[in-house]
């Protein structure tokens, strides 16, 4: 007789599985790097996939400089604004924030998230910075969704970007600089290059076990149910451990996807845009970011891209040779 055991799938290692509390997702580490002083991370909006032809870059695969198709997702990165520097020091609990210098002008929109400060005035306050002992340097930028046509809102998300590389003083000086102006994404990465990508999954609200985790549907004389599991696990322990496949939430995680390659990052968005425009998104008008493979979360989601923290291969000295990137229409497809 044939064995109907089938274990679940999923790991434990994402429990438990709740919705995001935010779908602007958050970083908790960023990396070191040489070069520098530079912005470790940006953001853009998911505009759709779409595949391309491009001459292989692996080394080591069997189709070494040979054409190979490849899926593509289009990200469309609208330059994003510094709102204000924020300063850590280091305590005995870890980094805590010294001190923070807003611009004294602010679009706004800002104003549709938080309450923004009336009179900045960002000389004085960093003649307040003077004398703090410096451990860390990081901006806070917004992004500009009234620039992209297919984001139907103009409240802007608000995150934190690390300023690394160089020294401490070469990074408060590049704050410094970037104060109240844009961050276009030519000044976080480059074609060739390996980023993280973080993004929300997309949501399929509440899911029983058999699609959440995949269970074996039960034998067709079992008794009123196929979908359920077997049972709850043994008498002892007198409760239902956290390891048994349930019912729940499903998807609208925070997901983090390491080294991914930027194919290509491009100004026009004429070059990718398919006949009569992404599915749900529309046309691509601003900057953009070609990346190699898939991207979390469905069309219009905010993508958060940092410098990789567990970097597998380095960057490209060149980008990819792309000899075709398909913009036929999507409709129906």
């Known amino acids: 007789m044939s064995n ?10 994402f429990g438990p599985r709740k919705r995001a509390v935010k779908q602007t997702p958050r970083l908790d580490s960023w990396p070191e790097i040489s070069e520098g002083p530079k912005v470790q991370g940006f953001a853009g909006y998911k505009a759709g996939m779409t595949h391309a032809f491009i001459v292989d870059y692996r080394k080591t695969s069997t189709t070494a400089g040979q ?24 305590t005995r609990y870890g980094l805590k924030t010294a001190g923070e210098v807003w611009a004294s002008q ?19 306050a960093w003649e307040k910075m003077k004398g703090v002992d410096v451990e860390d340097v990081r901006v806070l930028a917004f992004t500009q969704p009234k620039l992209v046509s297919g984001i139907p809102k103009k409240r802007p998300e ?23 102006k844009d ?7 480059k074609s060739g290059g390996m980023i993280d990508v973080i993004a929300i999954t997309k949501g399929k609200g509440f899911q029983g076990a058999t699609k959440r985790w995949g269970l074996k549907l039960m034998s067709h004389k079992n008794s009123k149910h196929r979908r359920a599991i077997g049972n709850l696990g043994p008498k002892r322990p007198g409760y239902v451990r956290t390891t048994v496949p349930q019912s729940g939430q499903m998807g609208y995680h925070q997901r983090t996807e390491v080294n991914k390659l930027i194919i290509k990052i491009g100004e ?14 529309g046309d691509v008008k601003n900057p953009f970011v070609l990346v190699h493979g898939s991207v979390p979360g469905p ?24 000899v075709y990137i398909s913009t036929e229409s999507k409709q129906g497809a």
């Not at 198709?69 to 280091?90: D, F, G, H, Q, S």
């Not at 929109?109 to 923004?116: A, G, I, T």
């Not at 961050?183 to 990465?189: E, K, L, Q, R, S």
Request: no cysteine.
């Open 299 to 322: 069309t219009k989601r905010l993508v958060r891209m940092r410098d990789p923290v567990r970097r597998q291969m380095a960057d490209l000295k060149e980008a990819p040779e792309m």
């Open 67 to 90: 054409e190979i198709k490849i899926p593509v997702t289009v990200l469309e990165v609208p330059p994003m604004k510094v709102a204000a520097v924020r300063i850590y020091e280091n």
């Open 268 to 281: 026009s968005g004429q070059e990718v845009t398919p006949k009569g425009g992404f599915l749900h998104y």
């Open 106 to 124: 602010l679009d706004e929109n800002l104003s549709r998230l938080l309450p923004v400060p009336k009179k900045a005035e960002p000389e004085a």
């Open 183 to 189: 961050v276009g994404i030519n000044d976080f990465a």
């Open 158 to 180: 608000l995150m934190e970007l690390r300023i690394g590389g160089g020294t401490i003083d070469a990074r408060v000086e590049f704050a410094k600089g970037l104060l109240g």
């Open 4 to 13: 109907i055991r089938r274990p679940r799938r999923g790991s434990k290692g």
